[in-house]
């Protein structure tokens, strides 16, 4: 049978490209399919038509966006789907093979993440309700209206919301489902080994009965990409730190970049650190350590080298499995330049004094790993004296941590920005502190790992009011 | 329509090659007609008059060494016949530095008269006036572009853009200079467009792409693009015919440079998929595509190779450059009973990225 081909989606219309790049197993390098890749000319283009996609979606009340993102969450875990223009069809399972085959992430991982993005999708309302505060979405759908005793108009801050999408992690296109409901085409750009996800929440959208105008899906090279930033009105990148930076200050780019996530344990808790080590140990490696929520710290006041000790203990000697294995914990480098990159930094920045590689001893083995044809990057718990080593505030696309002893007091200046903090504290003072410290965008309180998310609480930014202002309006009649 | 070309044409096409060639090779190291230069190398080199016969004898020659266009004054190219008459010197496009120069009187003339011949008058209606947007100043290309238009009866609007300048600015980092640059270089044929009737339009890739953001080129007047300067993908050539012309304005991709003058593309056909084939304007130009480890050799039709040029006129005489431009060898088509190179693009460009293009 012909390899599957996935072409460009320009707002309603499919696209074979002459320029196509192929996606292939990470492991075998068989061909899993063709995509086709456009020039930023082709999407500058297509968004001089962005008034027509967007007419497609007001059509609709919000209300029945919200019903049919409900079916599209459906479609997408359990459908079969129109996969390429090439008359192939895409299974879930066949959707969580391929993805697994190219991504790296096991098929346990690749479930959950579905779990994930089928959750937001048929729980739309409530997470609509969170992010608008409640408002009344009928009031969108007419313009204006009153609620709450006072009058309310909202307009569209945009055309189209654009995404340039990561590769490391489907559960992302989560961040962009209520965009639909909202009334909002969106154009993006998907990852390089990951068009899989959004490529298939289109088709699933499309199949609900969203109409297909209401979505770009551009393979692009980099100019493409800074296109689809500068061009969309509002936009979200995912990238590294210096991504961000030639971003930073540009109020129409959301920008997601590394979590630089943490646990942290008040002085109150400490002497019970036995207890929760398996939220620790989850926090830092479920979805193989790749989200950005991910704790890459450990943060305590006491006792560092006996918890680096016991989570190195429980992860070190986390081995890399088969994709199938239901247990598996590791993910896959589709990238293996990526592994190689983590590997030497960490034993580079290792060479700097004051920090130690605990699971070393309980690895039996090297860090980077080859299996089956696959390259891993196993778990790592590396034990640092200070926030001032090179290592004390890293984050990699693996399983990795530091464990760094800080005295309460002096945590919160010394930890710098945190995407996600689970605190784990009863002290009302600390808590106090936790709630009013603006570098940290998601807080647990509690044994709570950083990586439960509720999608009706921002994140990074609260897509409602990204895509939405609020205005004042006087009619006369 | 056709495109086979039959092998009695194509043997006709080879000998009028080898006769056009030894009437070259007589007159440039004939001391009653050749210049300076190629007079001193025969006296250290070989006597061509004996050796070459054919156009395969070329192969006697070694690569033409181009720093001699950089380091001699150009007086040294001045053949015997042409003695006292001033010439026009031309410079390389992006060139920084001391350019390379080519001198001559007439060459670009036959060159864009016989290019008149494979334009259409729906695109290029005869009268109708022309407009430059590209490198002017010290190319060939200027004069070239303008006595095109004449041969045709028209007149030409021309916006410089000044690709030295561009590639200081990029190895400088400076790319919003550059940016701002370029919309200089794009309002300027803006606003010649919104005053004047225009309808031919000679740019390159990335300028007719600006200027079609910018302006609704068929409802401005322009039917036909000629277009060269840089190389253009299959998908570079589908974007520009699909989207920008919108398949409602003519257009003619071309190869060329100061040295060799100007390859056509044929016209292209379905089974093309948008990959450009061009043809050398043969005899006075031969293009062969050889295997840069042994450039004594071509490489089979459909293979990529390295371009080598070698430039037959009496004006001029310049064989085996090596361009720095690789390309697919392409069988003769019609009305082309010789090789052509297709998917031209910077030699190299698949090992490691090249900045082109910067206009």
Partial sequence: ?477 | MTTTVSPEAIKAAQAQLDAHLKEIIHWHFSPETGCPYWLDWMKTNFDPRKEISSFGDMLKFSHFADESLRDLQPEVWVPAEFKGKPFNIFETGGTTGMPKQRIGWNDFRVDYSEFSDKISDEHFPRGGAWLMMGPTGPRRLRLAIEHLANVRGSSCYFIDLDPRFVKKLISNKQFDVAKQYMAHVVDQAATILKHRKVSGLFTTPKLLEAIAEKVDLYEAGIRGVFCGGTSMKPQEVRFIVEELLEGRIGFYPTYGNTLMGLAASVPLLPEDNFSITYYAPQPRAVLRVVNPNKTDETVAYGEWGRVELNTLTKEFFMPRFLERDETIRRAPRAPYAWDGVGDVRPFGAMEKNIVEGVY
């Fill in chain 1, 1 to 477: 049978m012909n390899v599957p081909h996935i072409p460009v989606l320009r707002l309603g219309r499919s696209y074979e490209s002459l320029d196509k790049f192929e996606v292939k197993n990470h492991r075998t390098g068989e061909l899993m399919a063709t995509v086709s890749s456009v020039n930023a000319g082709i999407i500058r283009k297509d968004l001089g038509k962005l008034a027509a996609a967007r007419a497609s979606l007001k059509k609709f009340t919000c209300a029945q966006l919200i019903e049919l993102s409900a079916k599209a969450g459906e479609h997408f875990l359990n459908g079969t789907l129109p996969f390429g223009d090439k008359g192939h069809t895409q299974t879930a399972q066949q959707y969580i093979e391929t993805l697994s085959a190219t991504s790296g992430l096991p098929h346990v991982m690749v479930k959950r993440n579905m779990a994930k993005i089928h959750h937001a999708l048929t729980n739309m309302k409530t997470v609509l309700n969170g992010l608008s505060r409640g408002l009344d979405l009928s009031i969108i759908d007419a313009g204006y209206g009153e609620q709450f005793g006072t009058k309310l108009t909202f307009c569209p801050t945009t055309q189209a919301l654009g995404l340039v999408m990561p590769s490391n992690s489907p559960a992302v296109n989560s961040l962009w489902l209520p965009a639909i409901a909202l009334k909002t085409p969106v154009i993006i750009k998907p990852g390089k080994e990951e068009p899989w996800t959004p490529y298939r929440l289109i088709q699933a959208f499309i199949a609900a009965g969203v109409p297909a105008e209401a979505f770009g899906f551009y393979p692009t090279d980099h100019d493409g990409a800074g296109e689809i930033l500068k061009s969309c009105g509002r936009a979200l990148i995912f990238g590294d730190k210096n991504t961000m930076a030639q971003y930073a200050n540009n109020p129409a780019i959301q920008l997601h970049g590394p979590g630089w996530s943490k646990v942290i344990i008040g002085e109150d808790c400490i002497e019970n650190w036995r207890d929760y080590l398996d939220v620790i140990v989850g926090a830092i490696s479920d979805n193989g350590g790749r989200s950005c929520i991910n704790a890459s710290a450990v943060v305590v006041p006491k006792y560092a080298a006996e918890i680096a000790d016991a989570l190195a203990q429980k992860l070190g000697p986390v081995q890399p499995t088969t994709p199938e294995d239901p247990n598996a914990r590791l993910s896959g480098f589709a990238n293996v330049k990526m592994a190689d990159f983590i590997d030497a930094q960490i034993d580079d920045s290792l060479k700097t004094p004051g920090a130690t590689d605990v699971t070393a001893k309980y690895r039996n083995g090297p860090r980077k790993a080859t299996f089956e044809g696959g390259v891993y990057m196993r778990p790592t718990i590396v034990l640092c004296d200070s926030f001032q080593h090179p290592l004390a505030n890293k984050e990699f696309l693996c399983p990795y941590a530091s464990v760094v002893q800080v005295p309460q007091s002096e945590m919160l200046k010394q930890m710098g920005y945190s995407l996600a903090v689970a605190a784990i504290t009863k002290d009302p003072g600390f808590t106090d502190q936790l709630l009013n410290w603006p570098e940290i965008e998601r807080l647990n309180i509690g044994p709570i790992s950083t990586m439960h998310v509720s999608w009706d609480q921002p994140h990074e930014g609260n897509m409602f009011e990204f895509l939405w202002k609020r205005r004042s309006l006087e009619r006369g009649w």
